[in-house]
């Protein structure tokens, strides 16, 4: 059961109480199950900063894999190489602009 290391950028810092963690996942394991394991340790407030419904990412959430944006299905050890370091991040929406 590899071990990987996680940076939580932003609002899941400050909801998890602590910005970098380890989280010990399993082979094969994809972001998808990284946001679903994180969210299970920290809570429903965290849970809710990830998902909007059960299953269902946020939108604005990135998540990055060896400093490369990540689709959710990206499964986070890769061959020939140890698991990625993984670094969560939610980027707010915003609107501006002109018309």
Do not use: C, K
């Amino acid at each position: 059961m590899p071990e990987i290391r996680l940076r939580l950028m932003g609002p899941l810092g400050r909801l998890a109480g602590e910005r970098e963690t380890r989280l010990r996942v399993d082979e094969g394991a994809t972001v998808r199950d990284v946001l679903t394991l994180l969210a299970a340790r920290y809570g429903p407030e965290f849970a809710a900063a990830i998902f909007r419904a059960p299953g269902e990412v946020h939108t604005h959430l990135r998540a990055f894999l060896d400093e490369q944006d990540a689709e959710l299905g990206d499964p986070i050890a890769r061959e020939g190489r140890t698991p990625a370091a993984v670094a969560v991040l939610i980027v707010p929406g915003f609107e501006g602009g002109s018309r």
